[in-house]
Nanobody, 126 residues
Framework: VQLQASGGGLVQPGGSLRLSCALS????????ILWFRQAPGKEREGVSFINIRDGSKRYADSVKGRFIVSRDSARKAVYLQMNDLKAEDTAVYYC????????????????????WGQGTQVTVSS
């Protein structure tokens, strides 16, 4: 199971970025994808979840209404559209997965995911 995040960069407050997560080596047991982020000196924060099997989604309150998670039809990639970015969104963003499902209430808990790849840096600054 491999995941690779890309698409980060430097953007001004209020701007947008679209992150991509390439998925490879997935079997039918792996279908829960979490985007989480980690800023220097802070805990990992789950920001968005998607079930690539049924398309169900969840968002952290901190990004709700600004971020949109999606999947491609071949289930080979997941995307995170980030709009109206704020300075507090600055972090390294990762995509992660785990075997089998999670209850919805736990879907954003980064500590429950087992696999993630190299992250991509997002910096929001004027």
């Amino acid at each position: 199971v491999q995941l690779q995040a890309s698409g980060g960069g430097l953007v001004q407050p209020g701007g947008s970025l679209r992150l991509s997560c390439a998925l490879s080596g997935f079997t039918s047991d792996y279908y829960t994808i979490l985007w989480f982020r980690q800023a220097p000196g802070k805990e990992r924060e789950g920001v968005s979840f998607i079930n690539i099997r049924d398309g169900s989604k969840r968002y952290a309150d901190s990004v709700k209404g600004r971020f949109i998670v999606s999947r491609d039809s071949a289930r080979k990639a997941v995307y995170l559209q980030m709009n109206d970015l704020k300075a507090e969104d600055t972090a390294v963003y990762y995509c992660a997965t785990r075997k089998n499902r999670l209850v919805v209430s736990a879907a954003l808990r980064a500590d429950l995911y087992d696999y993630w790849g190299q992250g991509t840096q997002v910096t929001v600054s004027s």
